[in-house]
């Protein structure tokens, strides 16, 4: 059996300590075990290794094929696991801190860029900041900060206080901070004596704490080194860095790299387009379901279309688990909160195009038409749970387009009261330009087309269940005797089932009717509650529309 230990691991005392540790206790628990027998040994020393690839990863990488699990010595495996996890919880909780210097700082004369730099470059390589401090050119305050942080996390950057002046005083109170004494370092005399030919001041920048470690650091052509390299130091875990950001960027270039990897932590969010008070309750169980897995955060924004942005940051997986299930509870509220149909609403739809296939057709019919004929598109509504199902899609393309929604024909003969003002709360949800029409279907299409010469593509909301439909396609010119114009029926291969599923996984709003037992509606004297839907347990009650399971008798209850 061969181990491949990862460098990373040995880089300090710690490090190597912990790793003996846990070699000394895989030891113990495949001896002490297995009583000496050769095959079991074999096993538990096999599940082991199983354990030490899946709790430390990159850590320790067997190279084995891993066996089943003996029950046998689950006990001794449990507690090994326990073992493995806590080293490695260890091992991989790599922590920085930065202290920023500089009075100009303080007084917002200066505006601090190098830790947003640095944050980004660490997160990159799971190295998490725990904390940043920003304070005055004085060496005693400079030093505790300095003493405190050296201690408590992995690694140090100090940034500003570095040159040759008199308030340049960082060097001195690192040294300070560590129990160092401040000398003149002589391979420094030579570097900047090559770097500032001629000026003997700048042996002052060679004056920094005993001992310490030399980093040399490419500078650009567009600084004043043009090109040159410039030294920066290490004095034993505290970075010393310059304040000005091109230097600084380019030294966290050079030392970030060389640092020990921890889990790179992954950052995503989404953007809502709520106030924080509308959803605090779905944060607080969210935070609460991912406690220790995650963190969570939530941004309002003030110059941007979002009102809100939240950020997920950890590990990769779990941040993508986390953000569907998020994303999924934020979309419901929005689409239940909003009085306008909005992106979200749109994108919701496109999501689930891209895993239902006749949600897909009918929208790419859609796109035809604004594709093909983008002035000649009128949609026309009735306020039937089809018809509603088609303004939704159409309003779905439209937005996602960027496009100006399309004029809207209601014709109405006897209608219910119901589907007026439903039809009403749609024309402002959906932000329609209305055109309403009493009469015939054909009488009102003639009129509506005779004052619209440029509408040409009516949108329709036919399913093969209705009257006529057996012979109609996705476009279908009209019939003779009918003004001329193309019809366009999206869902047309669409179920009844189909159509309920989609209105309530959106949370569409529909006609009131269709929760009073009614699965059609046309006119007011001829149309009738489904008996089919009668409440078993209250006949003087109908249960909804959308519980009816059989297609074929969607039409019960129509004269």
Not at 396 to 403: P, Q
Not at 433 to 452: N, P, T, V, W, Y
Request: aromatic share 8%; glycine share 6%; net charge neutral.
């Amino acid at each position: 059996m061969t181990y491949r230990k990862n460098t990373d691991c040995s880089q300090d005392a710690q490090s190597t300590q912990l790793y003996r540790k846990f070699h000394t206790a895989r030891v113990f628990v495949h001896l002490e075990v297995n009583n000496g027998t050769k095959e079991c040994k074999q096993e538990c020393w096999k599940l082991i290794v199983r354990d030490a690839c899946t709790w430390t990863g990159s850590w320790i990488s067997p190279v084995i094929a891993v066996p089943p699990l003996n029950e046998s010595i689950d006990k001794n495996r449990a507690a090994c696991i326990i073992l493995i996890y806590k080293l490695n919880k260890i091992m991989e909780e790599y922590t920085a801190g930065i202290v920023i210097v500089g009075d100009e700082i303080l007084r917002g004369q200066v505006t601090d860029r190098n830790t947003s730099y640095l944050a980004k470059k660490l997160a990159a390589i799971g190295i998490k900041l725990r904390k940043v401090v920003t304070i005055p050119d004085v060496v005693n305050e400079i030093a505790d900060e300095v003493h405190l942080a050296s201690k408590k996390f992995s690694v140090v950057f100090t940034a500003g206080g570095v040159g040759p002046t008199h308030d340049d005083v960082t060097y001195s109170a690192v040294a300070k901070s560590l129990g160092l004494k401040l000398e003149e370092n002589k391979e420094l005399v030579t570097i900047y004596a090559e770097l500032f030919l001629g000026k003997s001041e700048a042996r002052r920048l060679a004056k920094v704490p005993s001992p310490c470690e030399i980093i040399y650091v490419p500078s650009s052509v567009s600084t004043n080194l043009s090109g040159k390299t410039y030294p920066v130091i290490k004095v034993a875990n505290v970075y010393v860095l310059p304040g000005s950001p091109l230097y600084f960027s380019q030294a966290v270039d050079v030392i970030v790299p060389q640092l020990p990897r921890g889990t790179p932590v992954h950052t995503d969010f989404i953007d809502v387009n709520l106030e924080e008070l509308a959803f605090v309750d779905i944060l607080d169980d969210f935070a609460k379901r991912w406690e220790g897995q995650l963190s969570i955060g939530s941004y309002p924004q003030a110059e941007s279309t979002t009102i809100t942005r939240i950020t997920i940051e950890g590990g990769q997986s779990a941040v993508q688990e986390a953000k569907m299930d998020l994303q999924s509870a934020l979309i419901s509220r929005e689409i239940s909160s909003s009085k306008q149909f909005t992106l979200s609403h749109a994108r919701a739809v496109e999501a689930s195009s891209k895993q239902q296939p006749h949600i897909k057709t009918a929208m790419d019919i859609l796109q035809r038409c604004y594709d093909e004929s983008p002035d000649a598109i009128f949609v026309n509504f009735n306020g039937g749970k089809d018809c509603t199902a088609v303004l939704y899609l159409l309003a779905t393309v439209v937005k996602l387009r960027g496009a100006p929604p399309p004029v809207c024909l209601y014709v109405s003969d006897d209608p219910f009261p119901e589907v007026d003002e439903f039809v009403d709360n749609a024309v402002n949800f959906y932000g329609l330009e209305i055109l309403k029409m009493k009469g015939s279907i054909r009488e009102a299409l003639q009129l509506f087309l005779d004052s619209h010469k440029n509408l040409k593509t009516g949108i329709m909301g036919m399913r093969r269940g209705d009257p006529g439909a057996d012979k109609l396609d996705f476009f279908s010119p009209t019939d003779n005797g009918w003004p001329s114009m193309v019809r366009v029926n999206p869902i047309l291969d669409w179920t009844y089932k189909q159509v309920w599923d989609f209105l309530i996984k959106h949370n569409v709003s529909y006609c009131s009717l269709y929760d009073q037992g009614y699965t059609s509606i046309g006119a007011r004297a001829t149309t009738k509650p489904n008996p089919l839907l009668r409440d078993p347990n209250n006949p003087t009650q109908y249960l909804p529309a959308y519980t009816l399971t059989d297609d074929s008798l969607e039409r019960h209850g129509r004269g």
